[in-house]
């Protein structure tokens, strides 16, 4: 895995290399901290990850979603209101 979270900085491709070329093919290579769009994710499979971790995955698939179809699709969280109302 390339990241902890207790880095300020997540994963990059060069890490990703790194793992890969040392594990070889018989590991998993998780990239995980920073993946927050659907090119930073191609970048990380380039580089030989075969998981990714990320917070982001309801945006990823929205933009997955809007280059094949040329719909954007809606991406607000479901309850990003929740708490917001007054009483």
Do not use: C
């Not at 895995?1 to 793992?19: E, I, R």
């Not at 290579?29 to 075969?50: E, P």
């Amino acid at each position: 895995k390339t990241s902890t979270g207790f880095s300020s900085s997540g994963a990059t491709s060069n890490d990703v290399v790194l793992m890969r070329e040392t594990v070889g093919s018989a590991l998993g290579v998780k990239a995980s901290g920073g993946i927050r769009s659907l090119a930073n994710l191609r970048d990380m499979v380039r580089a030989g990850a075969n998981r990714i971790g990320t917070s982001s995955g309801v945006q990823i698939l929205a933009e997955l979603e809007h280059e094949r179809t040329g719909i954007k699709a809606q991406t607000e969280k479901p309850f990003s209101h929740a708490g917001s109302a007054s009483y």
